[in-house]
DNA sequence: CGCTGCTTTGACTTACGTCAACCCAAGTGG
DNA sequence: CCACTTGGGTTGACGTAAGTCAAAGCAGCG
């Protein structure tokens, strides 16, 4: 690996975790390296199956996909969106088999490795392991906001707080251009998300419609007042914790590891 | 710390831990030390508060707590209950501000330690740093299976289904006997959890009473046929990840960390 | 041009929520 | 020792948010 590839993050793994810790060289080159093996799928394939032996760890570069569970009779609750940047079950790769499938929603592009690898990082880079310990508790962070939307927010509140939860998500890694970005999802989905029925999402999605909040065409969705959706949906940025630097990490991880970057 | 104090770990957390990795005497004697300083609360007290900055990491030697998230309206969700042995949001002390309050549900034990620890952890033992992620992830996969019950189970499923996961849960640490066990917890916290209504889980709880799965008598439940209450729950035990050895855990981290433990 | 997969809408059903009593046990204080 | 409170549990009557069923519209596509 050369030194000029390794200074810019070219894995977008890697410029998520610039955006909130600066990186030695080595880590990013390690993080480049880790993300060498990329391949591509189709719109809804399985990448992972519920029930399956993990094979390896993966990172989203392009293209959303959905984390869900079954139950034996079919219905089904999506338990996160994989958007670009997202690692897919970072830490699930610890166990043996997956308890919930991952699928794609659009073509996608995956970057893969083994899942040694992150015993490795652990070893060798510990800033990193702290680093992806926190994205992974952003992650959890964000299923538990989807528990209390499913189990206390109505309907319309849940759709409100999930499309303005995408819409921050999606700002960050810079897909969304004025209020408006593509939810490549069929309602189907987003009742399985919410915990809803398909017919009354879409009488939800109408409703926010009709009160002149959002505007579909398609795929796109454009949100008209982000304050006033956010509000319906009771959100409450706290959760997403996209507050940049994590000061007590970026803080201990520097301080204390200069033995080993002692090299740069 | 003595020697031989570093042999048997004392502390639940490297009980936990033992039981599917085995661990070198400086990682024992490192969790002891960290667990060294043990605070006692009251029942229904605030470990942290939602909003709240984060003080310590804690875990759980004794007693009950739940990590709950609140509306601003009141309306309240139970993301998860915290039991024995139990780290109280590992991660997301790396957070802030939390983002969930933790309040106890009986009188507890807690030991408490700097996250700066963490930190130290990370770098001086990436076992145990990888066996704690294994351990966020488990809880991760605890609370996706709560919002895929809160989001599709009925009412009566998903009371039997926290029946046999509180069951399943409590059995590692000991604390089921044939069957029963303390359930310390009024139905307004388990309608919280649940995403039920106080009146309604009343009558589902009612209903289980009347087709005979459980025995309620006060704080005491009893458990009569958990393969019956576990099918009506649709119970699968994949999400517990209770199967002892991760094995690409323990194999990866045993190959390769000679280096470091040649001192043992 | 007739699939197939998705959305939309109306009519009706139901699981669950709300309101409002009443009960009971455990304090607690006069 | 007994009133009185307080925090929970229990039950009935009734309301409603959301589910189900069913049919029709509407792309895209081979």
């Not at 206390?152 to 251009?177: F, P, Y």
């Amino acid at each position: 690996m050369t030194r000029a590839q390794a200074n810019i993050p070219s894995s977008p793994l890697g410029r998520k975790i610039t955006s909130y810790m600066s990186l030695t060289d080595e880590e990013k080159s390690f993080l480049n390296e880790l993300e060498r093996n990329v391949t591509r799928h189709g719109s809804r394939s399985d990448l992972l199956q519920q029930g399956e032996r993990y094979g390896c760890v993966r990172v989203m570069r392009k293209g959303w996909a959905i984390r869900h569970k079954a139950l034996p009779d079919g219905r089904r609750q999506v338990v996160n969106f994989v958007l670009p940047g997202d690692i897919i079950g970072f830490y699930c790769n610890l166990f043996e088999t997956a308890d919930h499938g991952v699928t794609t929603l659009t073509p996608a592009e995956v970057a893969n490795f083994q899942p040694e690898r992150i015993i490795e990082l652990f070893k060798l880079f510990p800033r990193l392991a702290a680093a992806l310990a926190w994205s992974g508790a952003k992650e959890e962070a964000i299923i538990a906001e989807r528990l209390l939307s499913v189990g206390r927010r109505t309907a319309l509140e849940r759709t409100a707080h999930l499309i303005v939860e995408l819409l921050r998500r999606l700002s960050i890694v810079g897909l969304v251009e004025e209020g408006r970005f593509t939810l490549p999802v069929t309602q189907e989905i987003l009742a399985d998300a919410l915990g809803l029925s398909i017919v009354h999402i879409n009488r939800t999605l109408r409703r926010l419609r009709d009160i002149g909040l959002i505007d579909l065409a398609g795929q796109q969705i454009t949100v008209h007042d982000v304050k006033q959706l956010a509000s319906v949906g009771q959100f409450d940025e706290l959760y997403l914790h996209l507050i940049q630097a994590p000061k007590q990490l970026e803080h201990a991880l520097d301080a204390k590891s200069d033995r080993k970057r002692a090299g740069d």
